[in-house]
């Protein structure tokens, strides 16, 4: 039997099983895990002390990318509509300087969990295996155990939690009844003020696009 034959008969074979795969109903439950990636989109106001650049004219902050374990979960109203909520283990962020403040280097760090919570639209029939949705809702981002280093080390740092926008676009594949693949974009609008010691407060726009790549149990 030729390698060719073999790949047509597993081809074959895939296309018939993956439109007897069921995929969502009313009343289902989806519960998907996998990794989830940050990437901020930031941006700061320029740090002041006393109203004055003090530190520079262009002193700002950048915040990096962090990974983390992600847990959604979807409740099916229909076979169309549904209730996400994206969850994580904690984000670990370092805050470094930027602009005038660069060779500064990391400046402070922060842990957050970014709550969201979705209302997803389905628009393939329940039968197909393959499922594309988007959805529309709201992010919570609550910051924790901030701290300064390096050139702030000691001082008292306060980001304030933010509540804002957050958009989806995602994709399940059924491979079978209950299980699958599962890969889903955000973005969120994140937006905290920064309060430390000594400086005046000012505005830091995270904003970030978000992935995650896992797997799909239905219940």
Request: no cysteine; glycine share 10%.
């Amino acid at each position: 039997m030729s390698r060719t034959f073999k790949l047509s008969v597993i081809a074959a074979a895939v296309m018939a099983v993956a439109p007897a795969a069921q995929a969502f109903e009313a009343g289902d439950f989806i519960l998907r895990a996998g990794a989830v990636h940050v990437a901020p989109d930031d941006s700061s106001d320029a740090i002041t002390v006393g109203g004055l650049p003090a530190l520079g004219t262009d002193a700002r902050v950048a915040v990096d990318s962090n990974t983390q374990l992600g847990i959604r979960a979807t409740y099916m109203f229909t076979s169309n509509i549904g209730l996400g909520l994206l969850g994580a283990t904690p984000f670990k962020h370092n805050i470094s300087g930027a602009g005038d403040l660069e060779a500064a280097g990391k400046l402070a760090e922060t842990k957050h969990l970014p709550p969201t919570l979705t209302l997803q639209y389905f628009p393939m029939h329940s039968s197909s295996a393959l499922q594309p949705f988007v959805g529309v809702g709201v992010n919570y981002t609550n910051f924790f155990e901030e701290k300064t280093t390096g050139a702030l080390s000691g001082l008292d740092i306060e980001l304030d939690d933010s509540v804002g926008v957050a958009a989806e676009i995602g994709l399940d594949y059924m491979l079978s009844e209950n299980f699958g693949l599962n890969a889903a974009v955000w973005w969120a609008d994140i937006d905290t003020t920064a309060k430390v010691e000594t400086l005046d407060e000012f505005d830091v726009e995270i904003d970030p696009m978000v992935y995650m790549v896992g797997f799909t149990y239905k219940f």
